[in-house]
């Protein structure tokens, strides 16, 4: 099947959504137990963390963790956002610095000043934006980031978002209650997918749409570590208690490429294996063999691969051993946490 297709349906009693591209699964979102990216919390300080210039938190869903603390006292109430999932056994990790993020629009309360996605370059376009972003946000000092999908947006849904999303920035930002609390809750998969999957694409909502598009399938698929390549071997995608492995192989290939060809082919799937597989964290590849010569088209390869991925990824580099290194952001739980 040919083309983009989002699905919004349930899975084990959660709310899912799947995004299918020529038939295969590239990206798929699941509600979690844990508190989803982007809620916040009015929290309350609760102790240092000497030698980390960090600072416990309490908030109503448990312990949470803010870095770079300065001039916060144990007691103080203050608006926090959860940036990603904890580890298990670890605090929430949040953060001062507040955003409000929509399909068209991001608020951004501490940051004033309007700006436009550096991916819209046509100066005529800008300009039409700005005019928008001007009229919807009034006089507030509070700043505002167009995303790049307003190019091909009606006027009038632009409009609308950046005031929701300015109405809601202003209720959070105006908070002076004392006690922990939380706020607002983050996005689930459902405005998640109309948020972020933004390319055009057929959406089905009846239920049922997981079972009749090859879904659950996939999701069976996605469950196991193997990553086929087809004839040129595959990888095994396998998250451990300190990191996630990942073992390339060439398969029944003996010819001289064929280790830069399974290499550059862990590549360009390796982002949409760890996508649907929500894992992140530390990130190790074990490289088919290759000559030292081929290391930089790999990276390449795989910078421009995790260019085009939403989630926060950085390369880090080769290992004595020949390895190659990732730190990839937690946005997600693992899918075999949440699905048993």
């Known amino acids: 099947m040919k083309g983009r297709t989002i699905i919004l349906d349930h899975v084990q009693d959660r709310e899912a959504a799947a995004l299918m591209v020529d038939g295969r699964l590239s990206d798929f979102l699941i509600e979690a137990d844990a508190p989803a990216p982007g809620t ?18 309490k908030t109503p869903d448990g312990s949470a963790f803010l870095r770079q603390v300065k001039g916060l006292a144990p007691g103080q109430a203050l608006l926090v956002q959860v940036t990603g999932y904890a580890e298990p056994g670890k605090a929430i990790p949040v953060t001062q610095k507040v955003l409000f993020k929509s399909r068209y ?15 819209i370059r ?20 509070m700043g505002l980031i167009l995303r790049s999908c307003c190019a091909a947006a009606p006027v009038d849904d632009i409009g609308d978002d950046i005031e929701t999303m300015l109405e809601v920035a202003t209720r959070v930002m105006s908070d002076e209650g ?7 809750d983050g996005d689930g998969p459902h405005v998640l997918a109309w948020r ?17 598009h090859g879904v659950l399938d996939a999701l069976e698929d996605a469950r196991g570590a ?15 208690r300190a990191l996630v492995a990942v073992d390339v192989n060439t398969g029944a290939d003996v010819s001289l490429a064929a280790g830069i060809n399974a ?47 939403d989630i926060e990824t ?12 990732l730190q990839r952001k937690r946005v997600r739980l693992p899918l075999g946490d949440v699905l048993k």
């Open 40 to 57: 916040i919390y009015r929290a309350i300080a609760d102790r240092p963390v000497k030698g980390q210039g960090g600072m416990f938190l």
């Open 105 to 119: 629009a991001i608020v951004t309360p501490e940051a004033p000043g309007r700006n436009i996605s550096r991916s």
């Open 122 to 141: 046509d100066d005529d376009l800008r300009d039409a934006l700005l005019q928008i972003a001007d009229a919807a946000m009034d006089d507030t000092q």
């Open 178 to 184: 004392t006690e922990m609390e939380m706020l607002l």
């Open 196 to 212: 972020d999957w933004v390319e055009p694409a057929e959406v089905v909502t009846a239920d049922g749409g997981f079972d009749d």
């Open 226 to 240: 193997f990553v086929s390549f087809g004839k040129s071997g595959g990888m095994y995608v396998e998250p451990t």
């Open 263 to 309: 290499n550059m082919t862990c590549a360009r799937l390796l982002p949409q294996a760890l996508r649907v597989r929500g894992l992140a964290g530390q990130i190790t590849l074990d490289l088919a063999p290759m000559p030292k010569k081929d290391r930089r088209p790999f990276e390449d390869a795989l910078r421009g691969a995790f260019k085009a991925d």
């Open 314 to 325: 950085a390369l880090v580099g080769w290992t004595p051993l020949g390895h190659y290194e």
